[in-house]
């Protein structure tokens, strides 16, 4: 069983199955694809992030030994290596699997709207939604908490897919191995509240940018700032928002070893829309490690002009009139205080376990470490494997060592042999 | 309640009328100050800039008189309040120190024994009397009074010395919001008045002062509202000097927290209070007249 | 092309660097970060990455071009011991605690400054301001005293009676931590 439909989990359920074993993939939101989905390009290579990831999707969902549990959760695990027992709740979608087929008509109905989870919540989806164009399975979900039973789905749907009455089902699994693959979330910077996240407009996180950059995303792909939808001309971005940082209240001293990296994609991506944008990083290290990278951060600065800013802004303030962004900085060179205004700024937060590691962890019986990232039973000789047998974890829910999506997909093959490993001279029921 | 009362050095020496509102909101509140007997002072950051272990000692010394009287003690300044905090919870977490410490406080007769807690002012009301009861005693609320509130420096931070408390600033605007006033949104509400460097550098004490009334006359307020007798001396005599250097008026009046609550509760303010106030606080007085 | 053997070289480079060559450079002092490190106000330098955030949140640094929180810091770490203690730098803390709260890595800059003004005292560095409050807390118990007049309207205003002091207390505490050693000097 391979829990998470990110990179890490279709790469791990996708060689698992070729060699010839029966993977259940069991995803919690209702499409597999996980990050990566949500990105525009991927670094350093500046490729289009849902080029790569699609295929990938397809061919796993695809895969006769792959059982897509998507909309699903593990709920109970018995049992040990070779013979797990796990109890999966099937959450209902209120619409029939086997009838649905994605044509969208009831979503274009639908008269209830929500904010959209996708899109980092920046535009709005309907009550009867497909989370995005490219979703696998391709099946349209109601959010029972947005829905308001007005049954125009049901009236509009050409094959007769809405069941309102479906309920929530219990099945459960007989698995060899169990792999995780929940990945990461993004800290929330209202946290701090020097940068103004949520109390300024045009403060966003990266990953709304990400969403605003996206051709499919809330804006169509264009940059455009929240508080006016003017393009912003001016653009800074802020490393270490929660990373790095050991306050009690705070407690992520880690590095989270990807965000420089995103960073500067994204600053690129920007100019790429915008060649006459000034684009500002503040960074307090450039962490540029891995092959192409450094050549990367050479590119942004020779080639695209990016500005590259050694402080750690101390605060931002908001222009009332304008809604344009004050950051307040020390320029190492000449050593003063100073300002400058921008019309945009965009914080790096630290990735953070996912919600709800906690509660699968202690339903697996795996240790997490005191971040809250799974635990390897050892860093050395046994990476991928938890502190119970048979259970395996890859990707970034092991915690920012990982670098980005060629590790995680490493890793998730690296699992997969390590299942066969252990698996090859067992008695597997 | 019944609390040893700390008053410190400035608000004897130069804000009497801070003390005075205090007494009358304790009498009527029920809150019995006993006074602390050869208490010294309580050692700010001017003379921590001088000596730790002198700090230290001056500080315990009045909380072991606190300790001796089995109360806990109430300051009314935010400076006070830092310093013997600080110490308090150095000395209850570190035995070397302590030890250190009391091997000095041994030649006064005292020892620190860890059985007191320090209060200031807002934080008492809060916790141990209750929001509830304050309401309840508001007998001419100051509806429709805009007030900029300035919780000062050291009534909040440094977060890791004061984060298990109460969350302090939070508590201030709720009380100065249930005498009927409103507290806005301002600016940079969280920085410093500049009080700290009176004496030892006015002209930065003064522009960093600037900063912060900046910020309060954008905002729209009418009057500043502080817990901290530095902060009142800081914004309202400051504000004077700022008119004479920088040649800019602000017009906005500074009340003790003490002063705004003890009006709200029917008690008037006499003759000899409101000429405490270097900025006059008519327009407030008058807010009262016409309710 | 300057081949760099050791990091002693480097730091005089810096050091020379920021400090316009105004400074002793022979006098760069190695152990200082730790002599400061080793104070109990002091302990936050080893750990500061010279993010620069402590600057950018200061009040006092928009306002005074010297004053610089991650400077004070660097030249603590790079040994310029005399320059950090004969400098008015740590004079124009305000103690606001902005620096200390915002500081990613505990380096504790603001409780660093006492550090430093304690070391500074001691080497005869202390503002005017600052003598003044110490000697009347020294003769007195308390750094500000009413006045006479202030007195008498105690009794006008039903103040109650005068916040008493014991000043043999004081003085046996301050003389005893040799407090007064440091603020009577050649006088």
Redesign the interface.
């Known amino acids: 069983m391979v829990i998470g439909g990110g990179i890490a989990g279709i790469q791990a359920s996708s060689d698992l199955a070729n060699r010839g074993f029966k993977v259940y993939l069991v995803e919690k939101s209702p499409s597999i694809g996980g990050r990566m989905a949500q990105l525009d390009k991927t670094f350093p290579t500046m490729d289009c992030s849902m080029c790569i990831l699609a295929p990938k999707m397809i061919e796993c969902a695809r895969h006769p030994n792959v059982q897509l549990l998507t909309y699903s959760e593990v709920r109970g695990v018995n049992g040990s290596v070779g013979n797990f027992k796990v109890k999966v709740v099937r959450k209902p979608r209120y619409v029939d699997e086997t009838k649905c087929t994605g044509c969208g008509i009831c979503s274009d109905n639908c008269p209830a709207e929500a904010p959209n989870e996708f899109d980092e919540n920046l535009g709005i989806r309907k009550a009867i939604y497909m989370p995005f164009p490219q979703a696998v399975p391709r099946l349209v979900t109601v959010d029972k908490d947005n829905c308001i039973e007005c049954g125009l789905c049901e009236n509009v749907c050409p094959a007769n897919a809405v069941n309102r009455e479906q309920q929530p089902e219990e099945i459960v699994l007989d698995v060899g191995a169990i792999v995780v693959a929940t990945g990461f979330d993004m800290f929330d910077p209202s946290v701090i509240p020097?940068y103004g996240y949520k109390r300024f407009k045009n403060v966003i996180t990266a990953m709304e940018l990400e969403r605003t950059l996206c051709a499919s995303g809330p804006t169509g792909g264009h940059l455009i700032r929240p508080s006016d939808g003017k393009i912003p001309r001016s653009i800074a971005f802020i490393q270490?928002v929660g990373s790095?940082?050991?306050?009690k209240w705070?407690d992520h001293p880690y590095c989270s070893s990807i965000c420089c990296k995103y960073a500067v994609k994204d600053a690129v991506l920007i100019k790429e829309h915008e060649p006459d944008s000034r684009v500002t990083i503040f960074y307090?290290?450039m962490r540029a490690f891995g092959r192409g990278f450094q050549e990367f951060v050479n590119r942004a600065k020779s080639e695209f002009g990016i500005l590259f800013i050694?402080?750690?802004?101390?605060?931002i303030s908001e222009n009332p009139n304008t809604n344009n962004l004050i950051v307040?900085?020390?320029d190492?060179i000449t050593?003063?205080?100073h300002n400058a205004t921008f019309d945009l700024v965009v914080l790096c937060p630290t990735l953070i376990p996912r919600k709800g590691v906690e509660e699968l962890a202690k339903i697996l019986g795996v240790e997490l470490d005191n971040y809250g990232f799974f635990k390897s039973v050892d860093a050395v000789k046994k990476p991928l494997d938890t502190t119970v047998p048979g259970i395996f974890a890859c990707g970034y829910c092991l915690g920012p060592k990982t670098g980005d999506v060629p590790d995680s997909v490493a890793q998730g093959s690296a699992t997969a042999g390590r299942i066969a490993e252990v698996l090859a001279g067992m008695e597997v029921s | 309640m019944k609390y040893a009362f700390f008053?410190g050095?400035?608000i004897?020496?130069?804000e009497?009328n801070y003390?005075?509102s205090v007494?009358k909101i304790a009498s009527e509140l029920g809150i019995e100050l006993v006074?602390m007997?050869?208490?010294?002072?309580c050692?700010?950051?001017?003379?921590?800039?001088?000596?730790?272990?002198?700090w230290l000692?001056?500080a315990a010394?009045n909380l072991c008189i606190a300790e001796e009287m089995g109360l806990d003690i109430l300051t009314l300044c935010n400076d006070c309040y830092e310093s013997l905090l600080m110490t308090n919870t150095i000395l209850k977490e570190d035995k070397e120190?302590r030890d250190k410490v009391n091997e000095?406080?041994a030649?006064?007769g005292l020892e620190f024994k860890g059985k007191t807690n320090v209060k200031i002012f807002s934080d008492a009301l809060y916790e141990d009397i209750g929001l509830e009861k304050v309401k309840n005693a508001i007998k001419e609320p100051f509806n429709g009074l805009r007030v900029a509130v300035q919780p000062g420096?050291?009534l909040t931070?440094?977060?890791r010395i004061h984060f298990e408390e109460i969350v302090a600033a939070a508590a201030l605007d709720e009380l100065v919001e249930a005498t009927g006033a409103e507290s806005i949104a301002y600016e940079r509400k969280?920085?410093?008045c500049?009080?700290?460097?009176r004496?030892?550098?006015d002209e930065?004490a003064l522009?960093?002062a600037k900063?912060k009334l900046d910020g309060v006359k954008t905002a729209g307020a009418d009057c500043i509202v502080t817990v901290c007798p530095f902060c009142y001396n800081e914004l309202d005599m400051g504000q004077l000097e700022i008119k004479r250097h920088f040649k800019q008026e602000y017009d906005l009046p500074v009340l003790h927290f003490a002063e705004l609550l003890r009006m709200a509760m029917g008690m008037k303010l006499?003759d000899?209070e409101v000429k405490a106030h270097r900025i006059p606080i008519t327009k407030i007085l008058n807010i009262k007249e016409t309710k | 092309m300057i081949t760099i053997l050791n990091t002693e070289k480097v730091n005089l480079l810096v050091a020379h660097e920021?400090t316009n060559g105004d400074s002793d450079l022979s006098a760069l002092d190695a152990y200082f970060m730790h002599e400061v490190a080793n104070?109990?106000?002091g302990r936050g330098v080893l750990?500061c990455?010279q993010?620069?955030?402590?600057?950018?949140?200061?009040?006092?640094?928009?306002?005074?071009?010297e004053h610089?929180p991650?400077?004070l810091m660097e030249t603590i770490i790079l040994g310029l011991r005399s320059d950090v203690l004969r400098g008015q730098l740590p004079?124009?803390c305000?103690?606001?605690?902005?620096c200390?709260?915002?500081?990613?890595?505990?380096g504790d800059v603001?409780e660093a400054m006492?550090?430093i003004?304690?070391l500074a005292?001691r080497e005869g560095n202390?503002?005017n301001?600052?003598v003044?409050?110490?000697q009347s807390?020294f003769e007195t118990?308390?750094?500000?005293?009413?006045?006479r007049m202030?007195l008498v309207?105690?009794k006008k205003?039903?103040?109650?009676?005068?916040?008493?002091?014991?000043v043999e207390?004081?003085k046996?505490?301050?003389r005893?931590?040799?407090?007064d050693k440091?603020?009577y000097r050649g006088s």
């Open positions: 020097q270490c790095r940082d050991r306050r705070i307090i290290d050694r402080s750690n802004p101390g605060e307040w900085f020390e190492l050593r003063t205080v | 008053l050095c400035l004897p020496a130069r009497p003390e005075h007494r006074e007997e050869g208490a010294n002072c050692a700010p950051f001017s003379i921590q800039s001088v000596d730790y272990a002198s000692a001056l010394r120190t000095v406080l030649d006064v420096c050291h931070k440094p977060k969280e920085a410093c500049g009080g700290p460097l004496g030892i550098n930065v522009h960093v900063q006499e000899w | 920021i104070m109990p106000r750990a990455i993010c620069g955030r402590c600057t950018s949140s200061c009040l006092v640094a928009r306002v005074v071009e610089n991650r400077k004079w124009h305000l103690s606001c605690f902005t200390l709260d915002r500081c990613p890595q505990g603001g006492f550090a003004r304690n005292v202390i503002p301001g600052i003044v409050q110490a807390l118990g308390r750094v500000v005293t009413p006045s202030a309207n105690r205003y039903g103040l109650g009676k005068e916040p008493t002091v014991d207390a004081v046996k505490i301050l005893k931590t040799s407090f440091l603020i």
